[in-house]
Every structure is written in C-alpha cells, then in structure tokens.
C-alpha cells in the first residue's frame, strides 16, 4: 500500500480549502469545488474498503484510529459533502441572480465549507479525545461566519447566537474531556497516552465511577448543546433558517451527527466505569425530553425551514433515545437512523432551498403548488417529507420501527411518549408540506436550473435501504453496534 | 491540624484566589476597557499560577503552556480587544442594566455549589493545586453569569474568554495542563475564534449601528 487514503482523504479538503480562497472569483473555483469534493469521497470509499479487509487501524503514530464505527459516519460525511457541493452551483448562482450574494461572499463560503469538512473528519477519525474537542470548536468556528454569509440582521442575530450558545456548551464539554483525563491519569499514568480512546476502553473498567459520572454529565450537556438536544437547541432552528441552503444542509445533515459520535464515544468509556447504566438512563431522559419539546414546536412553526429544523432537532432525540437504552438492537436501530435522517433531510433541505428561491421566501403560506411550478422539485419535497415521517417503505420507516419495538419490549413507559411526539410531528409536517406541493400555484421561473440530481440520489438510497439492506452493509452496522456496547 | 502547607501550595492558593476576585470584579465592572483590563490582570495571574505548579513539579511542558497563557491571554487577546475597541468607537458603552449587588449574591451562590461539585474530584486528586479545582469550577460558572447578564457584544466575549481561564485552571489544578497537542489545539480554536469574532463585531455593527445585542431579539418562537 503505498498511498494511504487517510492522509489522502485529509489533505483534500484542507489543501483545497486554502487553494479556494486564492482562487478568488475565477471560473474554475466552483468546479475546484466539486472536484475536491469528489476526491474527499473517493479517498474514504477507498479507506472503507481498506479497513473491511484489514480491520481497524491507527495513522500518524496513535493520534488517528479507523474502525467500523467511525469509518461509517466518515464515508456518510464526505458523501453528502460531495451531493452538497454539486448542489451548490446552481443554487447559489441564481441567489446570485436575485443579489443576496455577492462573489467575495460565495469565495468565503466555498473556502469555508472545505475547511468545514477537514475540521468534521477530524473529529470522527481522531483517537485522542482532546482533539476531538478542539476539532468539534473549530468546525463551529468555520461555520459562524456561514450562517450569517447574507448579512441581514437576522442572520447575523442567527450567527451570533449559534456562537454564544454552542461556544458555552462546547465549554463544559471541555471540562468534561478535563474530568475525563483526570480520572484516566489515575490509571494509565502520566504518559500523554491518556486522552487516546483506544488505551482508555483497554482500563474503562479501572476508571473512577464517580469522576466519570460527573464527567459524562458535562461531555453529554456541552456536545449535547450541538446535537441541539433540549434545552440546549435555541441556535439550531434559527442557525438552519436564516444561513445558505447548503449550510442548513449540511449542519443537519453532517454536524449534528459528528456531535452525536463524540457522545457515543465517551458513553462506551462511561458505561465501562458505571455498572448501573446511569449514561445509558441519561442519554434516553434527554433523548425523551427533546424529542417531545421538539414535536410540539414543529405545529407553531411558519417558516418552511424553520420547521424541518426541529425535525431535525426531534429526529436527534429519538437517535440518542436510541442509543441511551443501547444493546445491540438499539444500537443497530440508532445507526440506521442517523444514515436514513442525513440522506434524508439533506435532501428535503435541497428541495426546501429550490422551492424557497422559486417563490422568493421562506414563509410556507406563501409556497403554493410546487407541483405546477416545478412537478420534480414538488415531487421531491413531497417524498422527502414522505421519507422523513417515517412512511414505508422508506429507510427511516425500519429504523424507527425498531426502535419503537425495542422500545415497547424493553422500556414501556417510553412508548406513549414516543407515540405522541411521532404522531404530532406527523400531523405538523404532513398538514404543511402538503398545501405547500399540491395547492394553486402563482411563481416565476427561475434563472438558472435546479440540480435536482441530489434530491433523488439521497431519497434513492433511503428507499432502496427501506426496501433491502445490502449484506456487507448489514455487517458494518452490526459490528459497530457491537462496538458500542 | 499543624501540618504545615508548603509555600508553593500557598503561592498557588493565593493565586487562585486572586483568580476569583477577579471573576467577581469583572461581574461588576460596567465600563469595557477597565473589563478588558481586568480581563488581562486574570490572564497574568493564571500564567504566573501555572508557573508556580510548573516550578514545584518540574514539569517542562508547564513552563510552555505558562508562556502560551501570558502570551495568548494576558497580551495578544487583551490588545485584539483594545484595538476593536477602538475601532468601533464602542468606547464609552456604558452597562446600566444589570443589577451588580443581585448577580453578586447569585456569584456567591455559584462559588458554593462548585466547591461542592469540586469536592469529591479534588480528594482523589494528589496534585498540589487541588484544592484549586473549585475555584477553577467557580470561574466557569462566574463568567458564564457574566455572559447571562451581560447586553452588549464585547463583554459577552470577555465573559467567554474568561471561561476558557477558568477551564484551563481546571486542567492544571487536577492534573497539571493536559497534553501538549490538545493545549496548542485550544490555544490556536480560542485565538481563530476572537479573529472571527472580530470580522463578526464590524459585520454587527454595519447592520445594527450598535454592538448592543437586544437589538437582536426578532428570533424567538412566538
């Protein structure tokens, strides 16, 4: 092996990141783009591959650790990294058009999106836990100036809460990574090795109870504030609503996901120290509670991506729902679920993005029969919205289908609370959507054509997941279910 | 009770304690240059604290995240803040909202409950600067009341920056800093974030004509 598609896969999107910001305004940049993308994606399908043959393995000394578990989410995340900036071109070529952005603004954006994805996947490959941290604050520091790239004062208001609000959270998850080490140098000594996950599964069970209970309450809250668990979510509908299409895209799709990861990483260590399964009990208590608060908002919501925010927002509480009652089915529950939502709601949020700009708002009253205007990007909010309900035979269908069975079996006081808060974002979302695709229509065309290819590529793989489950993947799945304990 | 404490220990006490009156004084201070000021004083003594754990356990990569500490903290993000200042003519914003002798109760109240936080975590600790960790807790949790009750976008910012003092007080009090590459990592997140800030500061100023942020309250659910 003489390439090593780990570096490879790293170096892409930060040589690029850079090379974009010279690149300034020159007609190749957004091909720049979309080619680094692609390359991202190739150079972790390749690493994929090469880590189902050979089994897990370190890069650069132990810093860096690739196993089954994380080498999922990396391949998930470069590939709607890839879907995300082919969708961008037209998409912010007509924003162009109506004079919401301007050249130097789109340089910053495609710059930033890039390094983006570099801080992303370091966090998910890194071995070393205070990495992970520094990682997670640098992926919301290259977004800040993303959410606001309008500069209206209500993107700026977006932006600076998102700041504030995630920069505190991330804050007590830093003292929880401190607390972490603490109790892991009683252990493994002063060695430097003590931050690294892999030596800290090999002595979970040696690590204090109490230090790691107080600690996991501090990692869960503060990395719980980015998966916009309750009552920590004020930044995500707003960040989602008033920031670029691709970005809502890719928060929702990706960011919360690579925070729901460093919670399940410091979960395996907790449960390791703490026998009652008080991180397990804590995740499905916060899981419960944002799953419900959010359901109950998405009724009062007026702005279409506004309300896909807090789908979001529920769709995380019932992944950590998932993975706080753990065991293998959960876990594999919890997994599947995570896939299905990132496919999925990216896709809605490129559709939302295409039919905002065709009416020129964002205000679902005044959305009015997508299906006249443009049948496919009607037909492609309609399944998306389909999709992320839960309908069959959609992927999201079979994961919630087991985590609702796991549920009934194993912790039924959960289920009416579960039923409820699924039942009302389904009347919420449906009674929307709906009018929004099939009432009378009243829009003018838009400048530039659509790329509707993502829409349907991710809505796709979700049906195709929905209806057969490859083998290899099926394996994948398990064994990091397996991993998680 | 006649076990004597060693003078370091003392030292570093002494310093920890400054720390939290310093957290206090920054509660307090409605002016924004005295607050950066201030600010800066709480950067010194923590670089000066991490020093004196670094000299006692002879520990070389102290003597590194001391120098980063003075530099980052103490000079470098004070004189960023000074220059925004400046440039912002955000000079003579004056806090008139906030109720310094309630927010002071409700610091003591804070101080009480991390000390008790602390407690169980600094008697398992063999570090000399254990008894540090509570103070170190207080900190966080002064400057996160800070940015609470604060109006106006710098001082949010202070109070930001004053947690990460608080944090990385933690971190040398329980185990003496944690790994090199994860202190640089910090140092380099903390620095980007007050440059971006910075672009973000001209950015809310243009839009709003004012770094006050109850202008921002359109984003609520209603």
């Known amino acids: 092996m003489n390439v090593d598609f780990f570096i490879l896969m790293l170096a892409i999107p930060l040589v690029s990141g850079a090379l974009l910001i010279f690149a300034g305004e020159r007609d190749w940049a957004p091909h720049l783009n979309i080619i680094a993308s692609a390359g991202t994606f190739l ?34 995340t470069t590939f709607v990294g890839l879907t995300t900036s082919i969708f961008f071109g037209p998409y912010m070529r007509n924003e162009e058009a109506h004079g919401r952005l301007t050249k130097p603004r789109l340089r910053l954006y495609k710059s930033m999106f890039q390094l983006f994805m570099f801080t992303m996947l370091i966090a998910l490959t890194t071995n070393n836990l205070g990495l992970l941290w520094v990682a997670m604050e640098a992926a919301t520091l290259t977004t800040v100036l993303l959410v606001s790239l309008y500069r209206t004062s209500a993107s700026q208001e977006a932006a600076w809460k998102y700041f504030i609000l995630c920069g505190v959270g991330i804050a007590q998850a830093l003292f929880g990574t401190i607390l972490l080490y603490f109790a892991a140098e009683r252990v493994l000594g002063e060695t430097g090795n003590a931050l690294l996950w892999t030596h800290l599964v090999d002595v979970k069970g040696q690590l204090n109870p109490t230090i790691m209970a107080i600690s996991f309450i501090f990692l869960l809250v503060g990395y719980g504030t980015k998966v916009g668990l309750a009552p920590l979510h004020n930044w995500l509908p707003d960040a989602h609503a008033e920031g670029p299409t691709p970005v809502s895209a890719v928060l929702s799709g990706l960011l919360l996901n690579v925070a729901l990861y460093a919670i399940l990483r410091c979960k395996v260590l907790a449960d390791g120290a703490i026998p009652t399964g008080f991180a397990g009990n804590l995740m499905m208590g916060f899981g419960l509670l944002t799953l419900v608060v959010a359901a109950f908002f998405l009724a009062r919501q007026k702005d279409v991506k506004r309300m896909f925010a807090y789908s979001s927002i529920e769709h995380m509480g019932l992944i950590t729902f998932a993975f706080g009652m753990g065991g293998a089915t959960a876990n594999f529950a919890g997994l599947l679920h995570m896939t299905m939502h990132s496919l999925t709601k990216s896709a809605i949020f490129f559709a939302v993005g295409h039919a905002a700009q065709k ?32 309908m069959p035979p959609f992927g999201v269908f079979a994961s919630e289908f087991m985590i609702l069975t796991h549920a009934i079996k194993y912790f039924p006081w959960a289920t009416p609370f579960l039923l409820i808060a699924l039942g009302v974002a389904f009347a919420a979302i449906f009674g929307k959507v709906q009018p929004m695709v099939f009432d009378e229509a009243h829009a003018k065309p838009l400048p530039h054509a659509p790329a509707i290819t993502p829409v349907f590529l991710h809505l796709g793989i979700v049906l195709m997941i929905g209806l057969y489950m490859p083998p290899y993947l099926v394996r994948w799945f398990q064994e990091a279910a397996k991993m998680m304990g | 009770m006649s076990t004597a404490i060693p003078l370091s220990a003392q030292l570093i006490n002494l310093f920890a304690s400054v720390i939290l009156l310093l957290s206090f004084a920054m509660l307090a201070q409605r002016r924004i240059l005295p607050l950066i000021n201030l600010f800066a004083l709480q950067g010194l003594t923590l670089a000066l604290s991490t020093l004196v754990v670094a000299f006692t356990t002879n520990q070389t990569h102290l003597y590194w995240s001391a120098g ?77 009341l800070m940015m609470i009750t604060r109006t106006k976008a710098i001082p949010q910012v202070v109070g930001f920056l004053a947690m990460e003092n608080g944090l990385f007080l933690a971190a040398t009090s329980a185990t003496y800093g944690m790994p090199m590459v994860v202190e640089l990592g910090i140092a380099l997140d903390v620095l980007v974030g007050a440059i971006i800030l910075g672009v973000f500061f001209f950015q809310i100023r243009d839009q709003f004509d004012s770094l006050d942020i109850r202008h921002m309250e359109r984003l609520k659910e209603r």
């Open chain 1, 43 to 76: 150079a972790s399908v390749l690493l994929t591959m090469e880590i189902i043959d050979h089994g897990a393995r370190f890069a650069l000394g132990e810093q860096f650790f690739i196993d089954s578990m994380n080498v999922f989410f990396v391949t998930l």
């Open chain 1, 359 to 390: 009416c020129g708002t964002q205000i679902m009253e005044d959305i009015r029969g997508l299906i006249k205007i443009n049948p496919v990007i009607g037909w492609g909010l309609m399944l998306g919205t389909l999709a992320i309900l839960g």
């Open chain 2, 68 to 144: 980063l500490t003075l530099l980052l903290k103490a000079m470098l993000l004070p004189w960023i803040l000074h220059r925004l200042v400046r440039q912002l003519w955000a000079k003579w914003d004056v806090e008139s909202l906030i109720n310094v002798p309630t927010t002071m109760l409700v610091g003591i109240v804070l101080v009480i409950i991390s000390f008790n936080v602390a407690l169980p975590i600094s008697e398992l600790s063999s570090t000399v600067s254990r008894g540090t960790l509570g103070i170190a807790l207080a900190t966080v949790l002064l400057a996160f």
